[in-house]
């Protein structure tokens, strides 16, 4: 009876954790359901509300590319919307709108957060999708680690990927993958929406991906870490000027201060220190900085991923010249892979056609992946399942 | 000018990415706003909304106990409450209610989920509270790691704190602190509402705590993990019986699991390995859990904290004289540290009181440390403070 005693007492902290400790009970009703036929259904108890909408991504864009929106009906105080046709494999966000003010699911925990919006998130499993699932694979580790980085003069966050058996293989060293965010995002945004920790563990179970490790690096110099992470406590995050932001040396950018990045993770992690085990990419300006930061430093890294970004050659002479320069001296490194990623309707799709008509010019070798869609999360996860399989494999 | 192109793109990427991307735009205010005299304003845009209210724990709790409701007022459809008071230093949470609808702050992305409840949070400093931020100090890691139970027949995951310094001093030892969550916990309650990670950067920070790592368990043993982290994927998490469960062997239990856990830390992290440099702690449900493993394995633990729970002593005869020659066993081997701690309004205040009174009889020696308030996470952060600072300091 002893196990008895002990479930009947934590039966009675269950009712008394839940009565004091919770707020006003949520109205209980499942959201999203998704149904067999892989419509899903939207619910929300709010009898007092006059309209209730829900958007998100799943549904068609507006005439203007405006997020497409659906009417919830109400009955007896439910309001409800189910998709009028069954949904494609993927990780779907959404939110209501109660009488237009935009809200998450109360019924639903499950959220992400995109720089200042969060988002109940949702998923359908099939295809390419069961890549960014938890599935009943071997997981890797997903550490957030600080960094000393001289450069600016502080510590710093970054989120580290070890793959499924580096802690049970002690002498086993492994290739790294640095990877970018795009302008907004931190050292949380290619974990959460970017979904790399079940990207990588589906990939490497089944054989697609060498084990590596994956460093997802805070762009933003000024911060110490992500908003709520750091010692600016909870604030709010925004696309322009941090408010949580320290003083850093002038000149100082991403692209000076990345080696103390690349300096802890090859002194505390078993790395393989060399260009043919580095690899980096990297999202929009995470893009952007994977063309910067791999031409800075032309011996460190065999293999690039240039996701939704391009090349920008300033208008400057001397610096398209060194631009140029860089380049050149890069691809006479010979490296492995130059990896260029955009979507059909993204706004610089144009600057990624003028970077392979450059590239084709000079003869600099890469290979084009284009998807549909923009610049939008789905892409970038859709471009991590195509980049990983081909890296580190020679 | 090069980096003057770059700022250009990345601003680009900005814009398209926020106009793309995000939802129906927040109507942006300042919530909560912390004053400068501490007390603390909440706005919501909501012209449309009939009654706009505040609940949380930072409000004066109604007659029976039930959370504190305070209602905001409209100016031009911007909604605002001012705390009557100055709030003193804690970690609080609130969230709003619109027309009845709970709904997290849309102009707050900072929310800590509480098993099925996900409520906003905001930190008033100074005092004990400022040991829950994160402040300017040496940053342990904290990891989420999956360790294969072969008790249970399948992997299941872990939060682990190691603290700062465990990565650059690769030949040093660490004592281990195992901390379990309430019922309808697992290992994300302690690392998010339970700031431990806050917690242990600031108490070594201050010299007040031993460098330790704390691993922090999933007691559900029928789960591989928190809701939205295990292959049953964005499941909505409970108190009662999780939707998200496997099947376990008839009889096994998380006392039973626990080795397996233990194996696994001390396999893959450098611990030192004796009972003098092993604690353990839990709240609530874990609080009786780390009775019974404690004293299932006397060998193992030296220190042990209960925080909000007792001894429940079986009506069974055979079961409670078990009980009974477990725990004489036990501190027949002079425990260093048996530390208890209630809230003095907790429902389980008697069962602690009984459990002190026999262990009083018994001559079993114990510290005891009683807080105001109840079965709340304010103590649990509270206990962590206390007991941490008395582990492995002999």
């Known amino acids: 009876m002893k196990k008895l005693t002990l479930m009947i007492a934590a039966m009675l902290i269950c009712l008394s954790a839940a009565a004091q400790q919770s707020l006003q009970s949520r109205a209980a009703v499942k959201s999203p359901e998704i149904n067999p036929d892989k419509t899903v259904t939207f619910r929300l108890v709010a009898p007092k509300a006059v309209k209730v909408q ?14 497409g929106i659906a009417d919830l009906v109400e009955t007896d105080g439910v309001w409800a919307y189910t998709t009028e046709k069954p949904l494609d494999p993927e990780l779907y966000f959404y939110n209501f709108l109660v009488d237009g003010l935009k809200i998450n699911d109360p019924n639903n925990v499950h959220m992400i957060r995109d720089v200042a919006n969060v988002f109940n998130v949702f998923l359908i499993d099939g295809g390419r999708a069961d890549l960014y699932k938890v599935n009943d694979v071997p997981h890797g580790t ?15 966050r970054l989120t580290i ?4 058996g580096y802690e049970q293989n002690p002498k086993a060293k492994y290739p790294v993958f640095y990877l970018f965010h795009g302008a907004g995002g931190d050292e949380e945004a290619r974990i959460a929406l970017g979904r790399t920790a079940q990207i990588m563990d589906n990939l490497i179970a089944q054989g697609k991906a060498k084990p590596m490790i994956v460093v ?3 762009e933003n110099m000024n911060q110490e870490a992500a908003a709520g992470e750091s010692s600016f406590g909870f604030t709010q995050p925004s696309m322009g000027a941090s408010s949580a932001a ?3 040396p002038q000149g100082v950018d991403f692209v000076k201060a990345f080696p103390d990045i ?10 393989i220190n060399k260009k043919s085990s580095r690899a980096v990419g990297g999202l929009s ?7 910067s930061v791999s031409k800075e430093y032309p011996d460190t890294f065999d293999y690039m991923g240039v996701f939704s970004a391009g090349l920008s050659l300033s208008q400057d002479p001397a610096d398209k010249a060194k631009t140029e320069q860089q380049l050149a001296v890069q691809f006479s490194k010979n490296p ?5 990623a955009i979507g059909r309707t993204d706004f610089l799709y144009d600057s990624t056609k003028s970077m392979r008509a450059y590239f084709d010019e000079k003869g600099y070798p890469y290979k084009y992946y284009e998807s549909g869609d923009g610049h939008i999360w789905r892409n970038w996860r859709i471009y991590l399942t195509e980049y990983a399989p081909l890296l580190f494999q020679d």
Chains 1, 2 share one sequence.
Not at 142 to 156: E, H, K, N
Not at 336 to 340: A, E, G, N, P
């Open 142 to 156: 997903v550490a957030r680690v600080w960094y000393d980085s001289p450069v600016v003069g502080f510590d710093r």
């Open 285 to 291: 300006m995470g893009g952007f900085y994977t063309v």
């Open 216 to 218: 997802m690096t805070n």
């Open 336 to 340: 492995k892979l130059y990896w260029i």
């Open 262 to 271: 690349q300096k802890y993770v090859e002194k505390n992690y078993r790395t």
């Open 54 to 67: 829900v958007t998100g991504d799943f549904l068609p864009a507006g005439p203007n590319g405006q997020q």
């Open 161 to 164: 990927y070890t793959p499924p």
């Open 246 to 248: 320290r003083t850093i």
